[in-house]
């Protein structure tokens, strides 16, 4: 399978290429040359398969022969280690609990893939070693650390805007120590995105060898599109209509759901939630694609100003905003609407939501409120554990959260990091290190 860079100045790239390279040369990002279907058959025997099987079937044309199928298979079972529930919440609507692997937030999953993939292609060709450069504003960064951690010929530097993610997932990224790195910035997440996209393109910086585990890497950004196939084989009434609503910062997970549709996932509607971060929500009104620096709310992970695999979305809609707009809405929330979403889960449903997975909640019921709810299946995506955002969720419900074992250890950790204020401090960084 080949890539090409939607900025159309780069020289196609294989799964190895793209996935060392994270941006094309032009700064573009990959998208695969061709997207075939799954075929009927597979969406009807999808009850009898198992996850695992599910994941080779899907993305097998992406990888193409550049992986044997075994050591695919290999990769995809350290991937899928833990579960993702269903969880009924409402009649006809259902929340997708992405949370249950070792970082405990949905990207685990992209983390884990890519990571595998590289460690393949290291032990294939024994070269010097790689530094992945990693923008965090939140779960990223500890999922990332968490499936690079000791994987051999590769260091990790993770940037994350100071004081803007929580005191769980700081701990997450900060106390690994081995092959991971953190530094943190005096700035916002954009900021710290800027930063890796810069020295990617920094030529005195070419004898490093660079790349990105951010969800603009095709081997983190493809493989979330096994949620959208998981949920719908455990859905246990297929007949309806699906809708699926994400919460959504970069727009990679939302992306990857309408991959999956592409792939022939009966799926009639996706809504991107967001935080008041709604550059998106203001394109599908206007028509005009107008990023803007990111505001700070209580859903951390999601506070993106100008989402990077948006382009990619207008890429498997054609870029037609009519045909979009068929399939794709998108909604903003203040913090104060999230946490009483927050509130009403909690007291109508005893269900203890993330801020994120709240979003979400409060996008579907958005959308649906005027749709006939006994023909349509809803599911948000809870993507993060409410412990993860202990303080929000425990003002907001008023009710301790338990905290789980893998996160109580980490808590009791010492951080450790290094301060930066702008790029050229972290080029001196890089060259040092
Ligand atoms: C990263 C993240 C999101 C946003 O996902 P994107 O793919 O960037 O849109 C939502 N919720 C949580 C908890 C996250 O960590």
């Given at each position: 399978m080949n890539y090409y860079s939607l900025n159309n100045k780069s020289p196609k790239a294989s799964f190895k290429e793209a996935l060392i390279n994270g941006l094309a040369p032009d700064r573009g990002l990959y998208f695969p040359e061709s997207i075939e279907s799954l075929g009927q058959d597979f969406i009807k025997k999808i009850d009898q398969l198992s996850h695992q099987e599910i994941a080779f079937e899907a993305i097998k044309q992406f990888v193409g022969n550049e992986i044997p199928e075994n050591s695919l298979k290999e990769i995809i079972e350290k991937t899928l280690s833990f579960n993702f529930p269903l969880e009924q919440i409402e009649d006809n609507i259902y929340s997708l609990e992405l949370f249950h692997g070792p970082t405990m937030a949905f990207k685990d999953v992209g983390a884990q893939?890519?990571?595998?993939?590289?460690?393949?292609?290291?032990?294939?060709?024994?070269?010097?070693?790689?530094t992945v450069l990693v923008a965090t504003s939140g779960d990223t960064g500890g999922a990332v650390a968490n499936g690079f951690l000791g994987v051999e010929g590769i260091d990790v530097v993770i940037l994350y805007p100071s004081g803007k993610v929580s005191d769980i997932q700081e701990k997450q990224l900060t106390t690994l120590g081995n092959n991971i790195q953190a530094v943190e910035v005096n700035g916002t997440f954009d900021d710290c995105q800027e930063m890796v996209k810069t020295?990617?393109?920094?030529?005195?910086?070419?004898?490093?060898?660079?790349?990105?585990?951010?969800?603009?890497?095709?081997?983190?950004w493809i493989p979330q599109m096994f949620y959208f196939f998981f949920a719908y084989k455990a859905l246990k009434d297929k007949s309806k209509e699906i809708t699926f609503s994400v919460p959504s910062g970069n727009f990679g997970n939302i992306c990857a759901g309408i991959m999956a549709y592409k792939l022939g996932l009966p799926v009639k509607h996706f809504v991107a939630a967001t935080n008041i971060n709604d550059t998106i929500h203001q394109f599908l009104?206007?028509?005009?694609y107008a990023p803007k620096t990111a505001q700070q709310t209580i859903s951390n992970a999601?506070?993106?100003?100008?989402?990077?695999?948006?382009?990619?979305?207008?890429?498997?809609?054609?870029?037609?905003?009519?045909?979009?707009?068929?399939?794709?809405?998108?909604?903003?929330?203040?913090?104060?609407?999230?946490?009483?979403?927050?509130?009403?889960?909690?007291?109508?449903?005893?269900?203890?939501?993330?801020?994120?997975?709240?979003?979400?909640?409060?996008?579907?019921?958005?959308?649906?409120k005027n749709k006939s709810l006994h023909n349509t299946n809803g599911i948000f995506l809870e993507t993060a554990h409410p412990c993860k955002f202990l303080d929000t969720v425990e003002n907001t419900i008023k009710t301790k959260v338990e905290i789980p074992l893998q996160i109580k250890s980490i808590l009791e950790k010492e951080k450790?990091?290094?301060k930066i204020n702008d790029y050229s401090e972290f080029k001196s960084f890089l060259l040092k290190s």
């Open positions: 893939f890519m990571a595998q993939c590289m460690g393949y292609f290291n032990r294939q060709s024994k070269t010097s070693n790689v020295a990617f393109l920094d030529t005195e910086l070419n004898s490093k060898k660079l790349t990105s585990a951010n969800s603009i890497n095709i081997a983190r009104e206007t028509g005009i999601m506070d993106v100003g100008d989402p990077s695999n948006f382009i990619r979305i207008q890429q498997l809609m054609n870029n037609d905003i009519h045909k979009l707009k068929s399939i794709f809405s998108s909604y903003s929330f203040t913090d104060q609407q999230t946490k009483e979403g927050m509130k009403k889960l909690y007291k109508n449903a005893s269900y203890v939501s993330d801020p994120h997975g709240a979003i979400g909640y409060l996008g579907l019921k958005k959308y649906l450790n990091s290094i």
